[in-house]
C-alpha cells in the first residue's frame, strides 16, 4: 500500500530505532515464530504511540538486518568483531543467534518492521548509521567488503592520536570505519543504498551522519564528497519513486548540533562525550547547500549522546529552512544526568514513585518545547527503549539507564503527543 507523503514540514516525528535494541532483548531459545512475535510486540509499543516517521536503523552502513546482494549481515562477522573489541567480556551468542534464526525464516528484522509499519500506515525509512564505530577501531570486521580493504580506512589524525597517547593509550593507524573519498568505498555505498530502496518497501531513506565523528577523511576538503552523495541518493530516489508509481521518498539527515560552531566554543549543556559534538562544518557536512538546494526532505540535528538538555543550536538551522521546503527535528534525548546520579542509589524510576515521575516528565516537556521556541517543525527522537519495557521484554538494559518501567510509560506517553506543542504543554500540566 502507497502512502500520500505529508508536508516536510508536517511530519510531527521522526523515530530512530538502532539495529539491535530489539535483538538483544529477544530469546533465541524459542521457537522462530515466536521470535518473530516478541519482536513484532516490541515494535508494536513504538508504532502504537503513533510517530509520523519510523527510521529503522538497517545498518552502519555494512552488518546489515536484512536480505542483501551487496552488504554484509548482521551476524556474519558478529562474534569474532565482539571477542576482537572486548577480549575480556563473556561472548553472549543469543542475539545473533535470534537474528539467524529470523533471516532463516525468511523474517528479518527489517522486513517484520516494514510489514508492521505498513499495517498501521506509519512511514518507514531505512537509517543507515554513515560511519558508525559501535566496535571501535574493530567496526570494519564485521563486513567482507571492508575486511577486503582494511587499507581504506580513515586514518587518525595527528591530533587523536595524540590524546590516546596522553590518556596512556597505544594509539591505532586507522579509524574503525572505510573512508568515502576512496571511489570503490563510495561506489559500494552507493550500491547498498539503491538496492535497499528499490528492493524494498520503504518510503526513502535516513542518513545518519552522527554515528560517530569520522565521516569522510580531510572533511574541510572532501566535503564535496558527501555532497555528492547526498545529491545523487536524492536522484536515485526520485528515479525509484518513479519506477514504483509513487509520489516521492523521502530523505533524512541526522547531523551535528550547529552549522559551524566549534564544540568548545558551543560549550552545549548536558554534553557528555567530549570531542564527539563537532560542527557540521567540521564533519565535512555542507548542510547549507543540502538546505538551499532541497536535496534533503527533513534535518534533525543533535548532539552526540547527552543528558539533559542536550539542545543543539536549533534556531540555525531553522533559520535556513525558512524559505525552503526542508523540515527541522532536532533530536531528543530521554537522558537527565540526575537520574543517571541516582540510578545506583535509588533504583530505576518505577510508577509508584510519584516525586521522580513528576520531575521527568515536566523536564522531559521543558526540553521538548524549547526546541519549539527554537524554531523546530517536530522532533526527532534518539535511544528511546521504553518499548522493551512495556513489551515485557526477556532482556534488556534498562535498568542500566535507569527509566524503569515508570520512566518506561512516560516515555510513551510523550512520544504519542510529541508532534504537537499544545499537547505537549497539556501533558506536563
Not at 68 to 90: I, L, M, Q, R
Not at 326 to 341: K, N, Q, R, S
Not at 371 to 380: E, L, R, T, V
Given at each position: 500500500m502507497t502512502h500520500a507523503m505529508?508536508?516536510?514540514?508536517?511530519?510531527?516525528?521522526?523515530?530512530?530505532?538502532?539495529?539491535?535494541?530489539i535483538l538483544c532483548a529477544l530469546n533465541a531459545g524459542k521457537p522462530t515464530e515466536?521470535?518473530?512475535?516478541?519482536?513484532?510486540?516490541?515494535?508494536?509499543?513504538?508504532?502504537?504511540?503513533?510517530?509520523?516517521?519510523?527510521?529503522?536503523?538497517?545498518?552502519?552502513?555494512?552488518a546489515v538486518i536484512y536480505r542483501s546482494d551487496v552488504a554484509t549481515t548482521w551476524d556474519t562477522h558478529f562474534e569474532e568483531t565482539y571477542k576482537a573489541t572486548w577480549p575480556d567480556a563473556e561472548?553472549?551468542?543469543?542475539?545473533?543467534?535470534?537474528?539467524?534464526?529470523?533471516?532463516?525464516?525468511?523474517?528479518?528484522?527489517?522486513?517484520?518492521?516494514?510489514e508492521a509499519c505498513r499495517k498501521r500506515g506509519i512511514l518507514v525509512l531505512a537509517d543507515f548509521r554513515m560511519n558508525a564505530?559501535?566496535?571501535?577501531?574493530?567496526?570494519?570486521?564485521?563486513?567482507d567488503f571492508e575486511r577486503a580493504h582494511p587499507e581504506w580506512r580513515i586514518p587518525l589524525t595527528a591530533k587523536e592520536k595524540q590524546d590516546i597517547l596522553d590518556a596512556g593509550g597505544e594509539p591505532p593507524e586507522f579509524t574503525g570505519c572505510l573512508d568515502p573519498a576512496v571511489p570503490q568505498v563510495y561506489a559500494h555505498r552507493m550500491a547498498i543504498f539503491r538496492e535497499v530502496a528499490e528492493r524494498y518497501d520503504v518510503d526513502g531513506i535516513e542518513f545518519d551522519f552522527r554515528r560517530w565523528c569520522h565521516m569522510i577523511s580531510d572533511p574541510l576538503e572532501?566535503?564535496?564528497?558527501?555532497?555528492?552523495?547526498?545529491?545523487?541518493?536524492?536522484?536515485?530516489?526520485?528515479?525509484?519513486?518513479?519506477?514504483?508509481?509513487?509520489?516521492?521518498?523521502?530523505?533524512?539527515?541526522?547531523?551535528?548540533?550547529?552549522?559551524?560552531?566549534?564544540?568548545?566554543?558551543?560549550?552545549?549543556?548536558?554534553?557528555?562525550?567530549?570531542?564527539?559534538?563537532?560542527?557540521?562544518?567540521?564533519?565535512?557536512?555542507?548542510?547549507?547547500?543540502?538546505?538551499?538546494?532541497?536535496?534533503?526532505?527533513?534535518v534533525s540535528p543533535t548532539l552526540f549522546w547527552p543528558r539533559w538538555p542536550g539542545l543543539p543550536r536549533t534556531a540555525e538551522f531553522a533559520a535556513l529552512a525558512k524559505d525552503r521546503t526542508v523540515g527541522i527535528y532536532p533530536t531528543l534525548f530521554p537522558m537527565p544526568a540526575w537520574l543517571e546520579a541516582e540510578v545506583k542509589e535509588k533504583g530505576p524510576i518505577e510508577p509508584d514513585q510519584?516525586?521522580?515521575?513528576?520531575?521527568?516528565?515536566?523536564?522531559?516537556?521543558?526540553?521538548?518545547?524549547?526546541?519549539?521556541?527554537?524554531?523546530?517543525?517536530?522532533?526527532?527522537?534518539?535511544?528511546?527503549?521504553?518499548?522493551?519495557?512495556?513489551?515485557?521484554?526477556?532482556?534488556?538494559?534498562?535498568?542500566?539507564?535507569?527509566?524503569?518501567?515508570?520512566?518506561?510509560?512516560i516515555q510513551a506517553e510523550l512520544l504519542s503527543v510529541l508532534g504537537d506543542r499544545e499537547a505537549i504543554r497539556q501533558y506536563r500540566d
Amino acid at each position: 500500500m502507497t502512502h500520500a507523503m505529508p508536508d516536510n514540514r508536517k511530519l510531527a516525528t521522526v523515530f530512530n530505532n538502532d539495529i539491535n535494541n530489539i535483538l538483544c532483548a529477544l530469546n533465541a531459545g524459542k521457537p522462530t515464530e515466536q521470535i518473530a512475535a516478541d519482536y513484532r510486540r516490541a515494535l508494536g509499543c513504538i508504532l502504537d504511540a503513533r510517530p509520523g516517521v519510523f527510521a529503522q536503523n538497517v545498518g552502519m552502513p555494512e552488518a546489515v538486518i536484512y536480505r542483501s546482494d551487496v552488504a554484509t549481515t548482521w551476524d556474519t562477522h558478529f562474534e569474532e568483531t565482539y571477542k576482537a573489541t572486548w577480549p575480556d567480556a563473556e561472548y553472549d551468542p543469543n542475539e545473533a543467534q535470534a537474528f539467524a534464526g529470523l533471516m532463516a525464516a525468511d523474517s528479518s528484522p527489517f522486513k517484520l518492521t516494514i510489514e508492521a509499519c505498513r499495517k498501521r500506515g506509519i512511514l518507514v525509512l531505512a537509517d543507515f548509521r554513515m560511519n558508525a564505530e559501535d566496535y571501535y577501531h574493530n567496526t570494519w570486521r564485521l563486513s567482507d567488503f571492508e575486511r577486503a580493504h582494511p587499507e581504506w580506512r580513515i586514518p587518525l589524525t595527528a591530533k587523536e592520536k595524540q590524546d590516546i597517547l596522553d590518556a596512556g593509550g597505544e594509539p591505532p593507524e586507522f579509524t574503525g570505519c572505510l573512508d568515502p573519498a576512496v571511489p570503490q568505498v563510495y561506489a559500494h555505498r552507493m550500491a547498498i543504498f539503491r538496492e535497499v530502496a528499490e528492493r524494498y518497501d520503504v518510503d526513502g531513506i535516513e542518513f545518519d551522519f552522527r554515528r560517530w565523528c569520522h565521516m569522510i577523511s580531510d572533511p574541510l576538503e572532501n566535503y564535496p564528497i558527501l555532497t555528492k552523495m547526498v545529491r545523487e541518493t536524492r536522484q536515485m530516489l526520485d528515479e525509484v519513486a518513479r519506477a514504483k508509481g509513487r509520489e516521492r521518498m523521502l530523505l533524512g539527515v541526522r547531523v551535528g548540533p550547529s552549522l559551524d560552531t566549534p564544540e568548545a566554543v558551543a560549550k552545549y549543556a548536558g554534553a557528555k562525550s567530549p570531542g564527539s559534538d563537532p560542527s557540521c562544518r567540521e564533519l565535512g557536512l555542507d548542510v547549507k547547500t543540502w538546505i538551499e538546494e532541497e536535496l534533503v526532505d527533513y534535518v534533525s540535528p543533535t548532539l552526540f549522546w547527552p543528558r539533559w538538555p542536550g539542545l543543539p543550536r536549533t534556531a540555525e538551522f531553522a533559520a535556513l529552512a525558512k524559505d525552503r521546503t526542508v523540515g527541522i527535528y532536532p533530536t531528543l534525548f530521554p537522558m537527565p544526568a540526575w537520574l543517571e546520579a541516582e540510578v545506583k542509589e535509588k533504583g530505576p524510576i518505577e510508577p509508584d514513585q510519584t516525586e521522580r515521575m513528576r520531575r521527568y516528565k515536566k523536564e522531559f516537556c521543558d526540553i521538548a518545547l524549547a526546541m519549539y521556541a527554537d524554531g523546530a517543525d517536530g522532533i526527532s527522537t534518539f535511544n528511546w527503549y521504553f518499548h522493551l519495557h512495556l513489551a515485557h521484554m526477556p532482556n534488556q538494559w534498562q535498568a542500566y539507564y535507569g527509566y524503569g518501567m515508570g520512566a518506561s510509560r512516560i516515555q510513551a506517553e510523550l512520544l504519542s503527543v510529541l508532534g504537537d506543542r499544545e499537547a505537549i504543554r497539556q501533558y506536563r500540566d
